[in-house]
């Protein structure tokens, strides 16, 4: 669905992404593991036309390429972006952010289904529709971003450290509905600190390190190897899990 | 009746000002333009009205319906051919400000002295429904309702476009934060642009009701942008309602001193509000102030 190749970006002379490639099916959620520095929000910034990318790069969406868009046409041909720090309009209330959502054209055929899509995802925003998201908590604040994305009927979705700062609670709640929305037909590429938690709902994941990709493979796979675990989920060799 | 005189004319003048103040805080808090021509905006909407009128035998409330399209489209055509470069030029930096008071201070000048080589430095007017009106007891010109209620019809045809539409979310999102409008799809450039457009038809709608009640001159422009800004900054930036309210007490605080004190005194009381009002909130009765 999602082919990323050659993708780099460069900040100065610091080269932040090397040449990454990767993959994201339909209906499946991808982790992108890395330390903080490896590049994991370069990576999620660059495919969302956010920042600079060099030339070469290739991002290709069931066929067709993206990398020559701005901004603000990638969400348009189906990859809706999360930022870190969610990326919300906290002056707006939820229904007019979730009206935003659905500004490009491919979220207004099904706009009303989406709408009762993600209040059901969320049941919290139903309550809260016509409160100015400034207002909320932070977790409440990244469901209206997640469904601020899926307003725009994404093929893939792309999130940036979802949990950071939300309580457990509410992180679980933000995992479980990662799933639904992946059972619903949606790829979903995952950056995440919570490595424990993404590689437990994930179906595949790289590992990014440097800027480069340095190794991937089945979620189970990644969770079993002993230096993944030593690097991301603070289990130290030889430790029993 | 006393009150009534006062009441009529503090609303048509203040509305009047935050009609003029809405558009202004649609270029400045939208397409981050802080433009200095656009008093002459709308001195030049006044006399397009008053050439209309005298000349062409037009009815002021047609020209009115005219003047709205034609200053969308002439500020429209200013932001994309004007300040586009400037815009490209500066990315999203702080130094769009500055380029764009200068770029404007020069076109003040120019359409100002255009204004001046047509017209010279005169006042004009011209008489619609001047004949008075009682109303409660007081006599006011029928000129001055027309104005009151195409002023307030106009600011709830904004509000309503701002508020319950979906451009209207979007200009209202890249007011806010630009940054992330891109996030759901918005041109930030093509919404700019329709901001500036839709504060250039505020003006020109302005113009023209001005010059139904006062008379104007090609040099006026200045005290109207100023006016503007002072209202602007004191409901604090990119507010439409902090707008009216800035607005309306200025045009009451402007009718009570001239009325009760001395007309001389209507600047120097519109400063000291302006003043006051900064003193005790930096960021305007309805700013927030910026994180």
């Not at chain 1, 590992?207 to 289990?235: C, H, I, Q, T, W």
């Not at chain 2, 399209?69 to 500020?75: E, F, I, R, V």
């Not at chain 2, 209507?266 to 900064?278: G, I, K, S």
């Amino acid at each position: 669905m999602l082919e990323i190749a050659g993708l780099s970006v460069r900040y100065g002379k610091h080269l932040a992404l090397d040449d990454v490639a990767l993959k994201v099916g339909r209906g499946e959620i991808v982790v992108m593991l890395g330390a903080n520095g490896a590049g994991k929000s370069s990576l999620l910034k660059a495919v969302g036309g956010m920042v600079k990318r060099e030339p070469g790069a290739s991002i290709r969406l069931a066929g067709t390429e993206l990398a020559g868009l701005p901004a603000h046409r990638i969400v348009g041909a189906g990859l809706a972006l999360v930022p870190e720090g969610r990326g919300v309009f906290g002056e707006l209330t939820v229904r007019e952010n979730l009206a935003l959502g659905a500004f490009p054209h491919r979220g207004r055929a099904a706009e009303a289904d989406n709408f009762e899509r993600v209040q059901n995802l969320f049941p919290r925003l139903r309550e809260r529709l016509d409160q100015a998201v400034r207002t909320m908590s932070g977790g409440e604040q990244q469901m209206v971003a997640v469904g601020r994305a899926l307003m725009s009927a994404p093929a893939i979705l792309l999130l940036d450290e979802p949990s950071l700062g939300l309580s457990p609670l509410m992180c679980k709640e933000l995992f479980q509905a990662l799933a639904r929305i992946r059972d619903d037909g949606t790829g979903v590429l995952l950056v995440e600190q919570n490595a424990r938690q993404s590689l437990a709902i994930g179906d595949r994941g790289y590992l990014l390190e440097g800027g480069r990709v340095v190794g991937s493979g089945s979620a189970a796979a990644l969770g079993a190897d002993p230096a993944v675990r030593a690097a991301y989920l603070g289990v130290a060799h030889g430790e029993a899990a | 009746m006393l009150i009534v005189d006062v009441l009529l004319a503090g609303f048509t003048l203040g509305g009047m000002y935050a009609l003029i103040a809405m558009g202004l805080t649609l270029q400045y808090g939208v397409a981050r333009i802080m433009n200095l021509s656009y008093g002459e905006v709308l001195v030049m909407s006044a006399f397009g009205t008053w050439f209309a009128v005298t000349r062409l035998d037009w009815n002021p409330v047609a020209v009115l319906l005219a003047s709205l399209p034609l200053g969308y489209l002439a500020s429209w055509l200013i932001y994309r051919v004007l300040m586009m470069p400037l815009v490209r030029r500066s990315g999203a930096g702080p130094a769009l400000e500055v380029d764009s008071i200068l770029a404007t201070f020069g076109l003040l000048f120019l359409l100002q002295g255009v204004l001046l080589l047509a017209f010279g430095g005169n006042y004009y007017s011209y008489s619609y429904l001047s004949q008075p009106v009682d109303i409660l007891g007081s006599q006011v010109a029928a000129n001055r309702l027309v104005v009151l209620g195409f002023a307030a019809a106009i600011g709830l045809g904004l509000y309503l476009l701002l508020t319950r539409s979906r451009l209207g979310t979007a200009v209202r999102a890249v007011a806010v934060a630009p940054r992330f409008a891109p996030l759901v799809g918005i041109d930030v450039w093509r919404l700019s642009a329709i901001a500036f457009g839709i504060g250039g038809a505020l003006v020109a709608g302005g113009g023209t009701l001005l010059s139904m009640f006062l008379p104007f001159s090609a040099t006026m422009g200045v005290v109207f942008a100023m006016k503007a800004l002072v209202v602007v900054i004191m409901g604090g930036v990119g507010n439409l309602l902090g707008c009216l309210v800035a607005g309306l007490m200025l045009g009451f605080a402007e009718t009570l001193v001239a009325r009760f004190v001395d007309p001389g005194l209507t600047l120097a009381v519109n400063f000291a509000l302006f003043l006051l009002v900064l003193l005790l909130r930096p960021a305007g009765l309805f700013g927030r102030v910026a994180r």
